[in-house]
């Protein structure tokens, strides 16, 4: 039996279905949604969605089980304003900033839940925080949550306030560690290995420690000392990535922080 049984039965509209939207179906698809309870609606469908047996760009189903809106911020008002009113469905966004209040206002009555999800969903290996308004009960919150451990961990948050620290740390973290990957690379090369060379180094040490990270029952802070000879090669290169003023505490606090502030800003409607 399906996790999505009632879903399967009711149906569910995927509004934007671009990087994130198609992550998420993705997995979802995999996990037993079936193609055809699902209404896709997304004027520019990129062409891999198109013979898949999704309903696309068709008219919404009577009383669909949830709503997942995945549009850009920005351009969720002109998203809102092309849906009908929904009766008994379950509203869920996971756009940065947009707050609860947004979808209250937009379909009065609702539960809404509001989800801060990451692109390693479609691997099934995300991480997603979510909180819902007064009127999700807890058989909502099941539903979001049984949406989201399909395409990977699920955390619940209290108060939606952390949903923008959420999103500048796990939400936007996969850019932050694929650029760790870069930076990793290009120093290699300085260093005198190929470009291939350096980037499959430092791709595979990135997988590596952070399968590592989740599996072990270690804290990260005892992974790294069991990496860190006394006197050795690591706690040379240490010495200068963990300098309090010019390494990366000081610099990883203002790129969160400022990952932070533009979720709070989306949310008061900066474009
Ligand atoms: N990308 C990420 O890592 C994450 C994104 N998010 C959130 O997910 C949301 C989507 O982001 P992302 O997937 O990156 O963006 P994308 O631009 O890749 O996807 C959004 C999709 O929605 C389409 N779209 C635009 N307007 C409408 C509309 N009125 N009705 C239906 N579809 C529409 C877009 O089409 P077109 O391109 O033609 O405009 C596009 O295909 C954002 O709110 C973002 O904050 C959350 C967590 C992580
Ligand atoms: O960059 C963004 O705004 C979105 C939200 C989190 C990740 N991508």
Same mark, same amino acid.
């Given at each position: 039996m399906s996790e999505f049984n009632d879903i399967n039965a009711r149906g569910l509209v995927l509004v934007g279905c671009g990087r994130m939207g198609g992550a998420m179906l993705k997995g979802w698809l995999a996990q037993g949604l079936q193609a055809g309870a699902v209404t896709v609606i997304d004027p #520019?469908? /990129?062409?891999?969605?198109?013979? #898949?047996g999704l309903r696309v760009n068709a008219p919404l189903p009577e009383n669909p089980a949830v709503l997942v809106l995945a549009v850009k911020p920005q351009m969720m008002a002109d998203a809102l304003g092309e849906l009908p009113d929904l009766e008994d469905t379950l509203v869920v966004s996971v756009a940065a900033g947009t707050t609860i209040s947004t979808f209250e206002a937009a379909f009065p009555g609702a539960p809404v839940i509001r989800v801060m999800p990451n692109t390693p969903a479609a691997i099934g290996k995300g991480i997603s925080a979510l909180i819902g308004n007064d009127g999700a009960t807890a058989a909502h919150l099941d539903l979001a949550e049984t949406l989201m451990s399909a395409v990977g961990r699920v955390v619940r948050l209290?108060?939606? /306030?952390?949903m923008d620290a959420v999103t500048g740390l796990s939400g936007s973290g996969p850019a932050y560690v694929f650029h760790l990957i870069e930076a990793l690379a290009r120093a290699g090369e300085a260093q005198g290995l190929s470009a291939d060379m350096a980037l499959e180094l430092a791709r595979m040490t990135v997988a590596g420690a952070g399968a590592l990270a989740v599996d072990a029952d270690e804290d990260p802070a005892v992974l790294r000392e069991n990496v860190t000879s006394p006197g050795g090669t690591t706690a040379a290169g240490l010495k200068v990535l963990m300098d309090e003023e010019t390494g990366l505490p000081p610099l990883i606090r203002r790129t969160v922080a400022a990952a932070t502030e533009r979720g709070r800003e989306l949310g008061k409607g900066a474009k």
């Open positions: #520019k469908l /990129a062409p891999e969605w198109q013979d #898949k209290d108060n939606e /306030a952390q």
